[in-house]
DNA sequence: CCTCATCGTGAGAGCGCTCTCACCACGAGG
DNA sequence: CCTCGTGGTGAGAGCGCTCTCACGATGAGG
């Protein structure tokens, strides 16, 4: 293994010397800086990070904590994966993916206090696990990427779910739609909380919800479908799905139940994902960019690591799809795809 | 931070000897092993790896390298990568995701060479990637998941292609099929050449092959569309596509034209995904279990981090899935589903 | 001509761990 | 009683890097 004494020697030089060279510390001569750039380059130097990283107490990679279930399915968790890696990387960073599914407890804080990594980006769907807040309390810098329920003092970077779900309202209600109904996501995660809370906001406030119209789903298709199922016995004209995979549930149990979309019953969803944009019938949905949040979240961290104070909290923007789903007065028109 | 020193002097020790208790060293007394034990765990002490990296050589980190490609669509990636991290874990090695899709030349051997990880994993797709082979040649010990074409000398796990194909092959011809044509994978991947070169077998040898019935596709459904397309037009009674995905493209062509499966057509797949099990019409497939290939990939690394010699080679066996699409004879049955 | 910044460089400690080597105490064997 | 083996422990070097501190050379200002 060539180390830096190796180089050092060679371009006739002190260790120190080399290293400062080599880190672009201004002080060194620009004649010696280029003579140990030169020699290491034709060495194949490497840095060993191990070293560098007792020596500094920094090791420059980065963990990036992921539910498994991200990963299955559909592309999202791969999208971040991609979206956070590239950004670290920009960063001089490398990346450390842990998946969730085995208890944190063990296996990621037996790897987070040991200085193995400087920080961590935390993508969660149960928020209320008890280990995202030992994490958050822990020693460790951290960036969520989406919002974390009831706890203001962390840095995160997240859709603007208030933003979009208010258009999202005044869009079916324009429609015409009046016994609009909600699959909400899961109690206790954020983005789901935010979304039920600006449905209940446009339509007067929670004590104006009609509790028969708002069903809990999981996120996945099966709940989508089950809770359809319920809202259509409930007379509902809309059903605000809170993502897409609980949308193109509820599609299939408005068809099942020989109902039409949108002519009996209005649809839409959440994400903008490809495959389901594709599906049956084009939905309106919200469309948000999952690799902005995934590189944000990790900007966000970089600059925490190089010395940014204080929680940074960063909102991205929305878009609003309007496809078939929700267009009742006007002819169905191909709008979206892509 | 609380480091061995500390950990030495509350329990009344010298340094190695806390480091030999807390790595079972079986020279040092019960009693002190206990006792070291006991402070170490009530001062929460975390041994900090760098400092054990530098000191030994050895980070404790392995490395999977992926193309970006397989963490998008199907949970193939996903998979790969819980089983890979999983069996790591297991090992006491964490496990450190690289994404190829950015050359490998700057970020792969960027962290390669400086001692970070011990070893890799390696899924490979265009097997003639260049830097696959700069790895294997590395100094590195690298374990591959499937073969690599060409060379002999490598350590990997992968499924049985030789026996699957045999199987599938003789199920179609037994169903009496004739004009048997394939949609093959990329030629240099391994799997792709080693399934066409059974085809072949079973057909009676590379010569006796009608080249019209021979197409090549990329893994996707957009290649399987497209090239079954061109197969219909050669009267092929019979399309064995390389995987799931373009056998999906080849469902929906032979069915876009008119056809009917399996009665027009028969269509065979690779891979028993489970929504495309799920789809339109019971695939006929192979069935082979991702993660054990990956956690037996993982294995052999980390017997070779052991000091296991020569490349160690590991083939995991398949099971053929009979479903409709097969099946002209017969009643079309649900076989399927999982 | 001397003082004093300024710039560029070198010496060497230290990061936290492992591991070789040396040591001590004790009991067995001669 | 001395030697030797053995089980348990300690001292200290060393892993490759960074960074503080100190130093020498150079040039400007008095």
Known sequence: MVTLADVARLSATSRSTASRALNNDARISRATTDRVRLVADALGYRPNLAARSLSTGRSGIIGLILPTGQLTGDPYGAQLVGAVTTRAALGDHATMLWLSHREPSGAVHEVLRNGLVDGLVISIVAQDDPWVNDLLDGPLPCALIGRHTGRDDVSYASIDNILSTRALMAHVLEEGYRRIAMIRGPIGNADSDERYAMYAEALGGPEAVDANLVTVGAFDYD????????????????????????????????????????????????????????????????????????????????????????????????????????????????????
């Open 223 to 338: 709940s989508g479908y089950r809770c359809a199922k319920s809202l259509l016995r409930s007379d509902a004209d809309c059903i605000v799905a809170a993502n897409d995979h609980m949308a193109l549930g509820a599609v299939d149990a408005i068809l099942d139940s020989g109902l039409s979309i949108p002519g009996d019953v209005a649809v839409t969803g959440w994400d903008d994902m490809r495959e389901i944009s594709r599906a049956t019938i084009g939905l309106t949905t919200v469309r948000h960019d999952v690799e902005a949040v995934g590189r944000e979240a990790t900007s966000i961290l970089l600059e925490m690591l190089a010395g940014a104070a204080g929680p940074i909290q960063r909102t991205l923007p929305t878009s609003l799809v309007v496809r078939e789903s929700t267009q009742r007065q006007h002819v169905p028109v191909a709008v979206g795809g892509g």
